[in-house]
């Protein structure tokens, strides 16, 4: 089983940076599939980022060349830097994990990107 909780979520102005933490309970070097996704109010979630353990990365078009996941083993946190922001960024983001083919979920942070 893995726990996943979410941080740093907020209000920033369009054009300015956040960075979200998803820090897990357990080694993330035996867990090969980590992403981010979004998801608001009434819409589908969507994938915003994914890295694997040999650490590929791919992400969604609307976020190329602003967001960045990375992942820190030694500290079983995932992030992801976000640049750049606009205010279609706003949503509940959240942090998933496949692992034994379980996909666990934290329970999301808020960003709001004001215009």
């Known amino acids: 089983q893995v726990q996943l909780v979410e941080s740093g979520g907020g209000l920033v102005q369009a054009g300015g940076s956040l960075r979200l933490s998803c820090a897990a309970s357990r080694n993330i070097f035996s867990i090969r599939d980590m992403a981010w996704y979004r998801q608001a109010l009434g819409k589908q979630r969507e994938l915003v980022a994914s890295?694997?353990?040999?650490?590929?990365?791919d992400y969604a078009e609307s976020v190329k060349g602003r967001f960045t996941i990375s992942r820190d083993n030694a500290k079983n946190t995932v992030y992801l830097q976000m640049n750049s922001l606009k205010p279609e960024d706003t949503d509940v983001y959240y942090c998933?994990?496949?692992?034994?083919?379980?996909?666990?979920w934290g329970q999301g942070t808020q960003v709001t990107v004001s215009s």
């Open positions: 998933s994990a496949l692992y034994n083919g379980v996909l666990y």
């Open positions: 890295i694997v353990s040999g650490g590929s990365t």
